[in-house]
């Protein structure tokens, strides 16, 4: 029998239950193939900061409704949660984010929690209207994507994480919604996590909805893809001799499945514009099934 596999996920959408819980459930489903998946959601826009203190004394400190009195009371607080996947299941519990610490005492955290991935979602929050709370999760997605922890930055994800890494993040005067091309650099080309493409004309077709960009490469990271409107689309971190490391950031919504989209647009979370420029097929699912096999091959 495989080891459960253990992850750690940014869930910063959770005012968007669709696009949160259920995108959740997109980029957790490949794991879940091999066998079950303990998923550990942190919500640092909610939490109070005295469950940040907890944390680091405690290492997986799990929060309950009074550890989080900024709540979005339209969706329901639940502690934890269990998911049949592919005949395997996935539990999803709620836990702290450490406040307040160093780079170094967030790396003996993390390792103390003994996690296969660290991942972090698109959220409503912008990286250019900076809130308290991105000062600890910036400085988590720096630790676990240069310790050679697997790492994926998703939208808001792609940006704290290259923002972490010393880039300028910039705000457009309107949103980017749709299904765009990426173009691959020739990194991009050889790189495992577009192994599967196959829609798009010129590369990846991907989703996209966002209004910051990255507007520098940040340090020690090599460029991977581009797309019209948005240059640095996806990056890879680098160790200090030039080597790959397992960590990304992308700027498109691999999670986006389009069951998902309709079911948000039903809910009124999108509008029918968004909607309906979400409805050409896009390679996500293959880069999900991508970064999971790299979790799988680290794994111990």
């Known amino acids: ?37 303990d998923v550990f959601l942190l919500t640092p826009h909610m939490q109070s900061k005295e469950a940040g203190v907890r944390a680091f004394e405690e290492g997986l400190f799990f929060i309950g409704e009074k550890d989080v009195p900024h709540w979005d009371d339209g969706y329901a607080f639940w502690k934890s949660c ?74 808001f994800g792609h940006q704290l994480l290259c923002k972490s890494l010393g880039s300028e993040v910039i705000r457009a005067e309107s949103m980017s919604s749709g299904i765009w091309d990426m173009k691959l ?23 996209y909805s966002h209004q910051d960009h990255v507007a520098t490469m940040p340090e ?14 996806a990056i890879r971190v680098l160790d200090a001799k030039g080597g790959r490391l397992p960590a990304w950031g992308l700027q498109f919504h691999p999670e986006a499945a389009k069951h998902r989209i309709e079911r948000a647009y039903e809910w009124g979370h999108i509008s029918e514009a968004e909607m309906i420029s979400f409805q050409r097929d896009h390679d996500g699912a293959g880069v999900l099934e991508a970064f999971a096999n790299v979790v799988l091959r680290h794994m111990p």
């Open 82 to 155: 269990e998911v049949q996947m592919e005949g395997n299941i996935a539990r999803f519990y709620r836990v702290a984010l450490p406040f307040g610490k160093e780079d170094s005492e967030m790396a003996k955290w993390l390792e103390s929690i003994e996690v296969d991935s660290v991942i972090c979602s698109g959220s409503r929050r912008n990286v250019t209207m900076w809130e308290d709370w991105m000062d600890s999760a910036s400085s988590l997605m720096r630790v676990s994507s240069t310790s050679g922890t697997p790492t994926l930055g998703i939208c």
């Open 185 to 207: 650099s020739q990194e991009g080309e050889e790189d495992v996590l577009f192994e599967s493409r196959g829609v798009g004309e010129i590369g990846p077709a991907v989703v």
């Open 220 to 233: 020690n990271c090599i460029l991977l893809g581009s797309a019209s409107h948005n240059d640095i689309t």
């Open 1 to 37: 029998m495989s080891r459960t596999t253990r992850v750690l996920l940014l869930d910063l959408l959770v005012e968007r239950s669709e696009f949160g819980h259920g995108g959740n459930q997109e980029v957790i489903q490949p794991l879940a193939r091999r066998g079950d998946v």
